[in-house]
C-alpha cells in the first residue's frame, strides 16, 4: 500500500511539468485580449438638465480593434423608459459602430441608467451608463 501511495505522487509530479507547459497561454492575460476588440469614445456621459418630457438621445460610439468583424449581439436597457439602437451589420476592423439610446425624462429628478452591449468577442456584456437630471 504505500508503494503505490509513493508511485502515485511520483506520477503526479512527473507529469505536472509536462501538463504546465501545455495549458501555458505565453503571458498573455485572456482578459486583456478580450477588453481590446472595442475601443469605447466614453463609456458613461453626464447629459446635464434635460426638459422633462421630451426624450433625450445619448450616443456612444466605439472603434474595432480587433482583426475581425465585431457583430453586436444584444443591446439591453436597464428599463422601460430607455429604447435602444445600435450598429446591426458587423463592424469591420478599423471601422466605428455606434449604441443610442433614447431616455423618456418622464420623471423630474436626478437618473442615472445604463445600457448592458454584448458582442461576439465577449460573452460578458459592457455596461454603459449614462446620468443627468430631468428639470
Request: hydrophobic fraction near 40%; aromatic fraction near 8%; charge should be positive.
Amino acid at each position: 500500500m504505500k508503494n503505490l501511495k509513493i508511485t502515485a505522487l511520483l506520477a503526479v509530479l512527473a507529469f505536472s511539468p509536462f501538463y504546465a507547459n501545455v495549458i501555458s497561454d505565453g503571458g498573455t492575460a485572456v482578459i486583456n485580449v478580450l477588453a481590446d476588440a472595442i475601443k469605447w469614445n466614453k463609456e458613461s456621459i453626464d447629459v446635464g438638465n434635460i426638459p422633462q418630457g421630451k426624450p433625450k438621445l445619448i450616443r456612444f460610439e466605439f472603434t474595432n480593434t480587433s482583426a475581425k468583424p465585431v457583430i453586436i449581439q444584444n443591446v439591453a436597457p436597464s428599463c422601460g423608459c430607455t429604447t435602444a439602437d445600435y450598429t446591426k451589420t458587423p463592424i469591420q476592423p478599423g471601422k466605428k459602430g455606434f449604441i443610442e439610446a433614447s431616455f423618456n425624462a418622464a420623471a423630474a429628478g436626478p437618473f442615472m441608467k445604463t445600457v448592458n452591449v454584448t458582442t461576439s468577442e465577449s460573452k460578458t456584456p459592457k455596461t454603459l451608463s449614462f446620468k443627468g437630471v430631468v428639470i
